[in-house]
């Protein structure tokens, strides 16, 4: 089965600061890679994803970049806020429509100092 | 995107007892999931609540600890049975969108089990 790894465990950054965060996958078959942000005491919360046929995706300071050859995908957060403090998830599966599940990383705590 | 409203919140429960949570869907989905989390760790799939047909469970997760109800289109129940402290984590629904074009994969938020 899938095997996602999720690199940092935790991530200190100052404010207006970038943050990066780094996945990797095992099952070349993947070809969706959703990304989520969980605060506490609250479900996770989709923030950006991307399908295989695109190599980057940018949503205001949110970006995500996919290396298909490599099994490797990033979140970059640009110009850091404190609301950025969460947990953030990759995740991977085959297809979004079938509801092939998804298989998450172990997660990066981040704090954003101000 | 779907919204999920999963009931109860958080419940603290004896040992030996049963919870039944309940994951309601604005709209109709195809496919619904049970996730757990256990305090700090990332999300592990219990089981994929299949409508008309018995729930698709995922290694280490068995129909008797965690059944599973799907009536509808709209609805699930995930109930944990016969609860120990190893039971005490955040139970969480999710369901995936209709097609490749909307949604994503969306989750309620969460019910926070603790068993004394």
């Known amino acids: 089965g899938e095997n996602v790894e999720q690199h940092p465990s935790t991530l200190s950054v100052q404010e207006g600061d970038s943050a990066v965060i780094k996945c990797t996958y095992s099952?070349?078959?993947?070809?969706?890679f959703p990304w989520y942000k969980q605060e506490l005491g609250k479900g996770p919360q989709l923030i950006i994803d991307?399908?295989?046929?695109?190599g980057e995706k940018k949503d205001q300071r949110i970006a995500v970049t996919l290396n298909k050859t490599a099994k490797h995908f990033s979140l970059h957060i640009t110009e850091t806020q404190p609301e950025d403090s969460a947990v953030y998830f990759c995740?991977?599966?085959?297809?979004?429509?079938?509801?092939?599940?998804?298989?998450f990383g172990g997660g990066t705590r981040v704090l954003v100092k101000p | 995107s779907a919204v999920i409203s999963q009931k109860p919140s958080r419940d603290i429960c004896q040992r030996g007892t049963s919870l039944t949570i309940q994951c309601q869907v604005d709209?109709?989905?195809?496919?619904m999931f049970w996730y757990r989390q256990q305090p700090g760790q990332s999300l592990t799939l219990i089981a994929t609540?299949?409508?008309?047909?018995?729930?698709?469970?995922e290694s280490g997760f068995v129909i008797d600890k965690f059944p599973i109800s799907r009536p509808n289109l709209t609805f699930s129940t995930l109930t944990v049975s016969n609860m120990s402290p190893e039971d005490s984590s955040i139970y969480l629904c999710?369901?995936?969108?209709?097609?490749?074009?909307?949604?994503?994969?969306?989750f309620g938020s969460g019910t926070r089990l603790t068993v004394v």
């Open positions: 999710s369901v995936a969108g209709p097609t490749e074009s909307n949604y994503g994969y969306t």
């Open positions: 099952d070349s078959a993947s070809n969706y």
């Open positions: 991307i399908r295989s046929n695109v």
């Open positions: 995740a991977a599966s085959r297809t979004k429509a079938a509801g092939n599940k998804l298989t």
């Open positions: 709209s109709q989905v195809t496919m």
């Open positions: 609540a299949n409508q008309g047909s018995e729930a698709t469970y």
